[in-house]
């Protein structure tokens, strides 16, 4: 049945562990509600309690009734409604001196496990909780084991947990508007086909286009899609001086965030929600030349169409800009600082091994190096090589694969080789010659019988025409 069993102890209901007082204001998702009086329809009991499963479009509270219809409209319908004023102490854990919250989604870096398995590693405790390092490209968390080694739990089952924020130094009101990259929703009118994620939920937003509709990590993928109108922005509150004042300008150098790109003087790839950095401030009506992370022109602003962004918000930017100027098939350096490994990947890419990008993913770039096909990199760790470059390795590469072709290595000649040679250094004429000496390293000349004087030449002026293995002119044929 979806109607609640509850103690009530006066203006408190207790479900489930969980405490919740009647409140004067509309109902939101989350909320638990009491019909009052008698009612006329079957799929509800007088007196009963229900969870808040969203609010519809209209402002009115949707149910699960008593049938498991889970969207039932109260439209029309008078009940008391309840807040939560504490969860179940079952699913919070104390550790590393804050407070942790048990939540039923898949695991991001920064979360922590509580390992539930019995067959489990001697290096893992049951009871303890272990911080999530960062989650490899399986979508498998790694983390650091009690003998401090680093440890992948891909195939281990465990509990998800998040950590509470400090109430009393970060609180947040809901602000119905369009989120930026960087900021934090709740979702509080989830479609009723979107079963990813559910009313209460709060996310990071990944990306965000013109219209709000954002991008967020969700169901194991970060580019999980929310419209608008299922969302509200959670906007930090802090406390606030004794006399209002001013914000502070912004000072060149600063990065700011868009929140009004709809005038004539943005750059038409400017967006709200667009990270810039204030390049320019002329002190006129409208004083603040901007460029993007990446670099490129964002057009000029007044002092209310930017705020001041926050340290998060330019990193996330930037990173994103970063990750933005490779594309599949460039071709990438490894340049990580001496003396330092790269970051992710297993498989033996060195310093200055070169490679082609093959996909990104989460943030990461996928790079096929000679010493493995698959490497998850760092963008901040690769150089993108030029056009020029990039076409020269594949020049050498193919020369590597012709002469691969006959078993040798680029310009290993043998004595009996039919080659192509200038006759002068300084001369276009070329003659045919066979190969009668090839010099031992370090030396790279060879001799043609062509010369009188036998004259040795360079491997750069001579061009293999037939490989001993393939003259004809020496095989014996067998008369039988």
């Given at each position: 049945?979806?109607?609640?069993?509850?103690?009530?102890?006066?203006?408190?209901?207790?479900?489930?562990?969980?405490?919740?007082?009647?409140?004067?204001?509309?109902?939101?998702?989350?909320?638990?509600?009491?019909?009052?009086?008698?009612?006329?329809?079957?799929?509800?009991?007088?007196?009963?309690?229900?969870?808040?499963?969203?609010?519809?479009?209209?402002?009115?509270?949707?149910?699960?009734?008593?049938?498991?219809?889970?969207?039932?409209?109260?439209?029309?319908?008078?009940?008391?409604?309840?807040?939560?004023?504490?969860?179940?102490?079952?699913?919070?854990?104390?550790?590393?001196?804050?407070?942790w919250?048990?939540?039923?989604?898949?695991?991001?870096?920064?979360?922590?496990?509580?390992?539930?398995?019995?067959?489990?590693?001697?290096?893992?405790?049951?009871?303890?909780?272990?911080?999530?390092?960062?989650?490899?490209?399986?979508?498998?968390?790694?983390?650091?084991?009690?003998?401090?080694?680093?440890?992948?739990?891909?195939?281990?089952?465990?509990?998800?947990?998040?950590?509470?924020?400090?109430?009393?130094?970060?609180?947040?009101?809901?602000?119905?508007?369009?989120?930026?990259?960087?900021?934090?929703?709740?979702?509080?009118?989830?479609?009723?086909?979107?079963?990813?994620?559910?009313?209460?939920?709060?996310?990071v937003?990944?990306?965000?286009?013109?219209?709000?509709?954002?991008?967020?990590?969700?169901?194991?993928?970060?580019?999980?899609?929310?419209?608008?109108?299922?969302?509200?922005?959670?906007?930090?509150?802090?406390?606030?001086p004794?006399?209002?004042?001013?914000?502070?300008?912004?000072?060149?150098?600063e990065?700011?965030?868009?929140v009004?790109?709809?005038?004539?003087?943005?750059?038409s790839?400017?967006?709200?929600?667009?990270?810039?950095?204030?390049?320019?401030?002329?002190?006129?009506?409208?004083?603040?030349?901007?460029?993007?992370?990446?670099?490129?022109?964002?057009?000029?602003?007044?002092?209310?169409?930017?705020?001041?962004?926050?340290?998060e918000?330019?990193?996330?930017?930037?990173?994103?800009?970063?990750?933005?100027?490779?594309?599949?098939?460039?071709?990438?350096?490894?340049?990580?600082?001496?003396?330092?490994?790269?970051?992710?990947?297993?498989?033996?890419?060195?310093?200055?091994?070169i490679?082609?990008?093959?996909?990104?993913?989460?943030?990461?770039?996928?790079?096929?190096?000679?010493?493995?096909?698959?490497?998850?990199a760092?963008?901040?760790?690769?150089?993108?090589?030029?056009?020029?470059?990039?076409?020269?390795?594949?020049?050498?590469?193919?020369?590597?694969k012709?002469?691969?072709?006959?078993?040798?290595?680029?310009?290993?000649?043998?004595?009996?080789?039919?080659?192509?040679?200038?006759?002068?250094?300084?001369?276009?004429?070329?003659?045919?010659?066979?190969?009668?000496?090839?010099?031992?390293?370090?030396?790279?000349?060879?001799?043609?019988?062509?010369?009188?004087?036998?004259?040795?030449?360079?491997v750069?002026?001579?061009?293999?025409?037939?490989?001993?293995e393939?003259?004809?002119?020496?095989?014996?044929?067998?008369?039988?």
């Amino acid at each position: 049945m979806a109607k609640l069993n509850v103690v009530i102890p006066a203006v408190e209901v207790t479900v489930d562990g969980v405490t919740y007082r009647k409140v004067d204001r509309k109902a939101q998702a989350g909320d638990i509600i009491r019909f009052d009086g008698e009612t006329d329809v079957e799929e509800i009991t007088s007196g009963g309690f229900y969870a808040v499963n969203r609010i519809d479009s209209f402002g009115d509270a949707r149910i699960t009734d008593d049938f498991g219809d889970d969207d039932y409209d109260t439209a029309g319908e008078d009940f008391d409604v309840y807040a939560p004023t504490s969860e179940p102490s079952s699913n919070t854990i104390t550790f590393q001196g804050a407070t942790w919250r048990k939540v039923d989604r898949d695991v991001r870096e920064g979360d922590a496990i509580k390992f539930t398995d019995e067959d489990r590693s001697h290096y893992l405790t049951e009871s303890e909780l272990y911080v999530v390092n960062e989650v490899d490209y399986n979508d498998d968390p790694q983390i650091t084991d009690d003998d401090e080694d680093e440890y992948d739990a891909g195939g281990d089952d465990y509990e998800v947990y998040e950590k509470v924020a400090d109430s009393a130094a970060v609180e947040y009101r809901e602000v119905k508007r369009k989120a930026a990259v960087g900021e934090r929703i709740r979702i509080t009118n989830r479609v009723p086909s979107e079963d990813r994620y559910k009313n209460g939920d709060e996310f990071v937003v990944n990306s965000a286009d013109s219209d709000g509709d954002v991008r967020v990590s969700a169901a194991g993928s970060d580019r999980t899609f929310v419209m608008r109108i299922e969302y509200v922005v959670l906007e930090p509150v802090t406390a606030k001086p004794a006399e209002s004042t001013q914000p502070e300008r912004l000072k060149v150098g600063e990065y700011a965030r868009v929140v009004d790109a709809t005038h004539m003087y943005a750059d038409s790839g400017v967006a709200e929600g667009s990270i810039v950095k204030i390049t320019q401030d002329d002190e006129s009506y409208r004083p603040f030349k901007t460029e993007l992370t990446n670099g490129n022109n964002a057009g000029w602003f007044t002092a209310t169409e930017l705020v001041r962004a926050t340290d998060e918000e330019v990193a996330a930017a930037k990173r994103a800009a970063l990750i933005a100027q490779f594309s599949v098939g460039d071709h990438v350096r490894m340049t990580v600082e001496d003396g330092k490994r790269p970051s992710f990947g297993y498989g033996g890419v060195s310093n200055g091994d070169i490679g082609k990008v093959t996909r990104k993913y989460k943030g990461h770039i996928i790079v096929d190096f000679p010493a493995n096909n698959a490497w998850l990199a760092d963008a901040s760790e690769l150089t993108k090589l030029t056009a020029e470059e990039a076409a020269e390795i594949e020049r050498k590469q193919a020369e590597e694969k012709r002469w691969a072709a006959i078993g040798r290595k680029v310009n290993e000649f043998k004595v009996g080789d039919i080659v192509e040679a200038k006759r002068r250094l300084r001369n276009s004429e070329v003659i045919l010659g066979e190969v009668c000496d090839v010099q031992d390293e370090p030396s790279t000349y060879l001799a043609i019988t062509s010369y009188v004087d036998g004259n040795y030449r360079s491997v750069d002026v001579i061009k293999l025409i037939v490989p001993v293995e393939q003259r004809f002119d020496t095989k014996e044929v067998d008369a039988a």
